[in-house]
C-alpha cells in the first residue's frame, strides 16, 4: 500500500487529538456513538486503505479488447465479484519462479488454477503446493519494521497456497511455465475447485475495483497481489501496485486488543513508482472547488448534494474513487450534463487485510477519461445519518472527515458551504458567514473558505455563545447548556458517592448528621468566558511563536467525546474541555497527567492552525512535524502559565515514562518504530503506537531541538523560534517533508556539535526520526579546587541501550543546594563514551545530566 493510500488515510484522521494521551487502562469516555471508533481504527488501519484510490496519467488511449463499446462498468465489477477457478485452466507448476519488482514467488511444486475470464482478460490464479516468497526491503529503516513483525529483517517464507490477483503479464507468465496434468502423475488436482472456489467468492470483492481500474484505464501502472498462506508466519498479503507511491507492499490482518489491525510490514517504493513520484502524488484527479448544500431534518439525518470542480490528471482513467462516510448512501452521481454515471459503494465487510482498509469510499466511473489539463463537474447526491443525539438535547456531529464526498482531506481546495437546519440549533462551520436568514422552524446559512483549505465542516448543537476580539480577529466558543448523557450520568454517580446516603434529599441525615450534597448537573455553556479567554490568550502566545495567525475567525465549538480535532477556522473540543478542573477531576480521567493533558487540549487545537492547516505534511512519513509542533506548542503554550515550567516539566517527563513503557511483549513503546513511519506505529503489537510515539517523542525531539539552537551565552530560545516563524513563512499553504523541515532547521544551527555530514543536523534527525532508541548514560564526576579558587569538574559519561553509532549531545549540570541548578555545558557523547572538565566558581554538590532537557535514561 502505496504513500498516497496512507495520507488519504491518515489524513483523514487529519488533527483527531486524543484527549487522554496518556496509556490507556480502559478509555475514558468513548461514546458509543462513535463506535469501535471507525477513525481510531481507521488510523491504525492506515497502510491497508482502499489501495484502488490512486491512479495515474499516461499518454496512450486505451482500446477495450476488441470491443467497439466499452462494457457496462457495472457488469464487468459483477464479472469481477464472480470469477471462479476455471476447470478446463488447471495445470501442474514446477520450480517456477516470477519475479515483480522486489518480489520474488517461487512454486517448486503443486498445482495453479487460472480464474475465469473478466473482460476478455484473465485477472487472477490460485495455487497449492509448496513454494516461497522471498523480499529483501531496500533500506535499513524497513528492514528493522519487518524483523518486529517477522523476526528477520528478509522476508523469506514458505507457504502452502497463494491467492493472486494481478492487471500484468502474470497470467501469460506462469503459464508459460506450466504444464497439463498427466493421468499418469502421481499427484493428481483432486478437490482443487472445490477448495478455491468459496474462498475466491470470499476474496474478490476487496480487489474487484483495484483490478477495474486498470481494466478500464491506464494498463501502464499494473497491479499485482499475493495473498500468501505461510507456513510461519500466516495469511499475509505481498502487493505491487504501481498506482501507489510506496508500490511493494507487505501486509497483514491481524487481531489485538479485541481490534482489527492491518499490520504494515514494509512499505517501499518500487523502481517504477519511484521514477514517477510526483504523478503518483498528484493522482488521476485533483478537487479545486467544493460547492457542498446541506440540509439537516429534524431527526438528524443529513441530506447532502455536493458539486465538484474537478481537474483531470490522467487522459487515460475513469474509474475514480473518493472517500464517503459509510453512513452517507449515494442516490446518484451525474456528470455537469446531468448524465446519471456508474457508483459503487462500500462493497465488502469481510475480515481480510483488504478489508481492514475500512469502506468509507464511494467509487465513480465515467463514461469516458477526461485529458489531463480539463476541468469537469462532477455532482453528487447522498443521504444518511452521521449526525447523533447523546442525550441531554447534546448532538455528536461524526464522520467530520467524511461527510461530503473528497479525494482524501490535506488536497486544498476552496469551499462554498450552504445548510439548512432546524431553528431550534445553531450550527457553526468553517469559512467565513456570507448569508444567514431564519424562519420559525428553519435556519440557513452559506460559508465561504478564507482560501484554500485542506477540509471543511461544520458543529451542531443547542449552542450558547461569545465572541471575543484579539486585535482585528474574532474568537466564537460555543457550548450547550447541559452536558451529554453519559458525562452526566457519571458526574451524578461520582458524587453520590463522595456525599453521605441521604435520608431524604435537602435533610439532615438522621444517622450521620450530615447535609448530602446536591447534585448540581454540569453545564458546559457556564465555562463560554473562560474558553473564551484561554483560546484568545493561546492565539495571542502563538502568534509571537509562529507569526500572524492564520484566519480572521476561530470557532471554539463543544463536542461529546474523547478528542478534539482542529479544523481550519473551526475547533472542536470535548466537553471535557468545557467544565472546571475540580469536575474533570471527579472523573479519575488519568490523574494529574490527564488533568496536565485536558490542560493543553485547548492549546494543541490552536496550533493545528498553523501547524496541521496552514502547512500540511508531504506524506504520511512526515506527519509528525504536524502532531508535534501541535504538541510542543502547546506545552510550551502551558510552560508560560503561572507554575508553568513546573507543568512543563511534569508533562515532558510523563511523555518520557510513556516512552519507556512495555508493550505487553515486554519492549519499550518508543521501541515500536521510528516516528518516521507514522500511522504505520499503531499496530497489533503496539495499539496506541502512533499516539504516544509520534505525540511523545516529537515533543522531546523539538524541545531537544530548541536545547541545540539556544543561544549558549545568552540562553535565548530566539533562534529556535524564528526558525519555526520562517518555516511558516517557506510553506505557507503547502506540505512540507522531513527532509524540507531538516535542510530548513539546519540553517539556524550556528555550528554542529557532530562532525558534519550531509548536513549539520543529520546526525541528530537520523537518530531521533528515523531511528528508535531511547539513550541510558552513566555519569561519573569530580570536583576540586583550582589555584584560582574556582572548582574543576572532570568525569566521565558511558552510553548505553543504543546501538554504538548513536551520538548526542549531553547536558551537563552542577547542583548546589535544594534547587539552585545551573548549566555547565554540553557534552559530545559517543557509542565510546565521553570525558568532560568544566571550571565552577562553586564547589557543586552534585553534578548530574540534565534530564529535563534530554530525552534520556540516567543511571
Ligand atoms: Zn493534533
Given amino acids: 500500500m502505496g504513500e498516497l493510500g496512507a495520507k488519504v488515510e491518515e489524513s483523514r484522521e487529519r488533527n483527531v487529538d486524543p484527549l487522554n494521551s496518556a ?54 465489477l459483477e464479472q469481477l465479484n464472480q470469477v471462479s477457478i476455471d476447470p478446463g485452466e488447471i495445470y501442474v507448476l514446477r520450480d517456477a519462479k516470477i519475479t515483480r519488482d ?39 529503516v524497513e528492514k528493522r519494521n519487518l524483523a518486529r513483525f517477522t523476526q528477520s529483517p528478509i522476508l523469506e517464507e514458505q507457504f502452502t497456497s497463494v491467492y493472486m490477483r494481478f492487471t500484468d503479464q502474470t497470467a501469460k507468465d506462469l503459464r508459460a511455465l506450466a504444464r497439463k496434468p498427466d493421468p499418469e502423475d502421481l499427484e493428481q488436482p483432486v478437490g482443487f475447485l472445490e477448495e478455491w472456489n468459496p474462498i475466491l467468492s470470499r476474496l474478490n470483492p476487496d480487489y474487484s475495483v483495484r483490478v477495474l481500474q486498470d481494466l478500464l484505464g491506464d494498463r501502464s501502472l499494473p497491479y499485482f497481489l499475493a495473498q500468501v498462506h505461510g507456513v510461519n508466519l500466516g495469511i499475509f498479503a505481498v ?80 474509474v475514480l474513487a473518493f472517500e464517503l462516510s459509510r453512513l452517507l448512501k449515494v442516490s446518484e452521481v451525474m456528470d455537469e450534463k446531468g448524465q446519471s454515471l456508474a457508483v459503487f459503494q462500500n462493497p465488502s465487510l469481510e475480515e481480510s487485510a483488504a478489508s481492514a482498509r475500512g469502506n468509507d469510499w464511494v467509487v465513480v466511473v465515467l463514461p469516458s477519461p477526461h485529458p489531463a489539463g480539463e476541468k469537469y463537474g462532477l455532482n453528487f447526491n447522498y443521504q444518511g445519518n452521521v449526525i447523533t443525539d447523546v442525550g441531554n438535547k447534546v448532538l455528536y456531529v461524526g464522520a467530520r472527515g467524511s461527510w461530503y464526498p473528497n479525494r482524501g482531506l490535506g488536497d486544498r481546495a476552496t469551499f462554498d458551504l450552504r445548510f439548512h437546519w432546524p431553528a431550534r440549533l445553531t450550527l457553526v462551520a468553517t469559512g467565513k458567514c456570507v448569508e444567514e436568514s431564519s424562519s420559525s422552524t428553519t435556519k440557513y446559512s452559506r460559508w465561504l473558505s478564507d482560501g484554500p483549505f485542506p477540509v471543511a465542516g461544520f458543529n451542531l448543537g443547542a449552542y450558547e455563545s461569545r465572541v471575543r476580539r484579539v486585535g482585528n480577529r474574532t474568537i ?202 507514522g500511522g504505520r506505529l499503531s499496530n497489533s503489537l503496539n495499539p496506541d503506537g502512533f499516539t504516544t510515539i509520534v505525540y511523545k517523542k516529537a515533543s522531546w525531539i523539538l524541545h531537544m531541538l530548541r536545547m541545540l539552537m539556544r543561544d549558549p551565552v545568552t540562553g535565548s530560545d530566539e533562534p529556535f523560534l524564528r526558525m519555526l516563524r520562517d518555516f511558516v513563512e517557506a510553506y505557507r499553504g503547502s506540505d512540507p517533508s522531513t527532509e524540507d523541515f531538516i535542510r530548513h532547521a539546519e540553517k539556524y544551527v550556528t555550528r554542529s556539535p557532530a562532525p558534519a555530514r550531509n548536513g549539520w543536523l543529520d546526525w541528530f534527525f537520523s537518530e531521533w526520526v528515523y531511528g528508535t532508541g531511547i539513550p541510558t548514560y552513566k555519569l561519573e564526576a569530580s570536583a576540586r579546587r583550582l589555584a584560582s579558587g574556582k572548582f574543576a569538574v572532570q568525569g566521565t559519561i558511558e552510553q548505553s541501550q543504543v546501538p554504538a553509532e548513536f551520538e548526542m549531545v549531553v547536558p551537563i549540570v552542577a547542583i548546589y543546594g535544594k534547587e539552585h541548578k545551573e548549566r555547565l555545558g554540553k557534552v559530545f557523547v559517543t557509542g565510546a563514551g565521553a570525558r568532560f572538565r568544566f571550571t565552577s566558581a562553586l564547589k557543586p554538590q552534585r553534578v548530574a545530566i540534565d534530564e529535563d532537557n534530554l530525552l534520556a535514561v540516567v543511571r
Fill in 23 to 76: 496509556p490507556r487502562h480502559g478509555r475514558g469516555f468513548d461514546l458509543s456513538v462513535s463506535r469501535p471508533s471507525p477513525r481510531a481504527k481507521a488510523r491504525a488501519n492506515l497502510r491497508l486503505l482502499p489501495l484502488f484510490l490512486f491512479w495515474l496519467i499516461s499518454g496512450v488511449s486505451v482500446r477495450w479488447a476488441g470491443a467497439e463499446q466499452p462494457p457496462d462498468a457495472r457488469a464487468l
Fill in 102 to 140: 522486489k518480489v520474488n514467488l517461487y512454486f517448486s511444486r503443486g498445482f495453479i488454477g487460472f480464474f475465469t475470464k473478466a473482460g476478455g482478460e484473465i485477472t487472477g490464479a490460485a495455487f497449492t503446493g509448496e513454494g516461497e516468497v522471498l523480499l529483501i526491503p531496500p533500506d535499513p
Fill in 239 to 318: 502487493s505491487v501496485d504501481e498506482r501507489s507511491l510506496e508500490a511493494v507492499d507487505v501486509a497483514a490482518a491481524r487481531r489485538s486488543h479485541g481490534r482489527l489491525f492491518g499490520d504494515s510490514w514494509c512499505s517501499f517504493r518500487s523502481r517504477s513508482s519511484d521514477a514517477r513520484a510526483a504523478e503518483l502524488i498528484v493522482g488521476a484527479v485533483r478537487v479545486l472547488n467544493y460547492k457542498i448544500d446541506t440540509q439537516i431534518n429534524a431527526d438528524n439525518s443529513l441530506e447532502g448534494r455536493a458539486e465538484l470542480e474537478v481537474e483531470s490528471h490522467s487522459s487515460q482513467d475513469r
Fill in 476 to 677: 466564537e466558543v460555543y457550548a450547550t447548556r447541559e452536558a451529554e448523557a453519559l458525562l452526566e450520568k457519571r458526574h451524578a454517580a461520582s458524587t453520590a458517592e463522595e456525599s453521605v446516603p441521604p435520608a431524604r434529599v435537602g435533610q439532615r441525615d438522621l444517622r450521620t448528621g450530615l447535609i448530602p450534597r446536591v447534585v448540581s448537573p454540569l453545564s458546559p455553556s457556564a465555562l463560554l468566558d473562560q474558553v473564551a479567554e484561554q483560546g484568545a490568550g493561546a492565539v495571542e502566545y502563538f502568534e509571537r511563536l509562529f507569526g500572524p495567525f492564520p484566519y480572521p475567525r476561530l470557532a471554539i465549538s463543544q463536542m461529546p467525546g474523547s478528542f478534539g480535532q482542529g479544523w481550519p477556522e473551526l475547533i472542536y473540543l470535548p466537553t471535557l474541555s468545557f467544565l472546571t478542573g475540580a469536575q474533570r477531576s471527579e472523573f479519575s480521567f488519568g490523574g494529574n497527567r490527564g488533568e496536565l493533558a485536558n490542560e493543553i487540549m485547548i492549546a494543541h487545537e490552536i496550533a493545528h492552525q498553523w501547524w496541521g492547516n496552514q502547512l500540511g505534511w508531504k506524506t504520511y512519513h512526515d506527519q509528525w512535524i504536524s502532531e508535534g509542533l501541535a504538541s510542543y506548542a502547546a506545552a510550551l503554550y502551558l510552560s508560560q502559565e503561572k507554575g508553568g515550567e513546573r507543568k512543563f516539566r511534569e508533562l515532558l517527563r510523563g511523555y518520557k515514562r510513556d516512552l519507556l513503557s512495555k508493550t505487553k511483549e515486554g519492549e519499550t513503546v518508543e521501541s515500536g518504530g521510528p516516528i518516521w513511519l
